[in-house]
């Protein structure tokens, strides 16, 4: 089975400060995501990474940046963490250009800032 | 881009009754649809996915599906519903065009004792 292990289920932090979230699957695959879910905005794509060290920006990009040095692994940072990022964070994994398999999801982590 | 509908944000349904989640979305080309499961603190598991061919499709824990192209539609249904159903679902639409997946808001199953 594909398997998505994000670091921490869930994380307490101060604004302002810099925060990681980790990301890592063991399946291969080329597609690696990080969406944000909130109550009633379902999840919204932050950004998505089709190769190591190639990222897209997803609709939500503003405040955060990503790093993709080893294809099984994908990071997701908070470069200064403020309030209205508190969320519930989910990385999830999939095969490049084969859009019929699906994508497969972590845990989730959630965040909150204080 | 593509866009999904999940009409109903929230259903509340007694338990051992039926239920259908609607689940509209907007495409010009062909798509794969897919539900998702979400149970609470946990990340997104696949229910079932439809591809090509027969447009009923089953899934896991009972539930099934409708793909209808002329009514751009997706539902999902389970005839008997149980306490432990009780969870967010999210309709996703792909296609070969791109590599990302698009997400509907979310309709919260509760199963009411």
């Known amino acids: 089975d594909v398997k998505v292990t994000q670091s921490s289920r869930y994380l307490v932090k101060r604004t302002g400060e810099k925060v990681f979230l980790e990301c890592v699957q063991d399946?291969?695959?080329?597609?690696m995501f990080w969406y944000r879910q909130d109550p009633g905005l379902g999840l919204r794509l932050i950004y998505f990474s089709y190769d190591v060290k190639m990222k897209e920006k997803g609709d939500i990009p503003e405040g955060y940046s990503v790093s993709r040095e080893k294809k099984e692994r994908f990071s997701l940072i908070l470069e200064s963490a403020s309030t209205n990022q508190t969320s519930m964070y989910l990385c999830?994994?999939?095969?490049?250009?084969?859009?019929?398999?699906?994508?497969?999801f972590g845990d989730g982590t959630r965040l909150s800032i204080l | 881009a593509q866009s999904v509908t999940q009409l109903d944000s929230q259903v509340p349904v007694f338990e051992e009754a039926p239920v259908e989640l609607r689940c509209n979305y907007s495409?010009?080309?062909?798509?794969?649809l897919f539900w998702y499961v979400q149970y609470p603190n946990q990340g997104l598991q696949l229910l079932l996915k439809y591809l090509s061919g027969s447009t009923l499709v089953k899934g896991i824990n009972g539930f099934e599906a409708e793909f209808n192209k002329s009514q751009t539609s997706f539902h999902l249904r389970k005839p008997s519903v149980h306490i432990s159903d009780t969870a967010e679902y999210f309709c996703a639409v792909s296609t070969n065009a791109g590599n990302q997946f698009y997400f509907g808001t979310g309709t919260s199953l509760t199963v009411i004792p």
């Open positions: 399946m291969d695959h080329e597609n």
């Open positions: 495409s010009s080309v062909s798509v794969y």
């Open positions: 999830a994994s999939s095969f490049r250009d084969r859009a019929y398999q699906p994508q497969h």
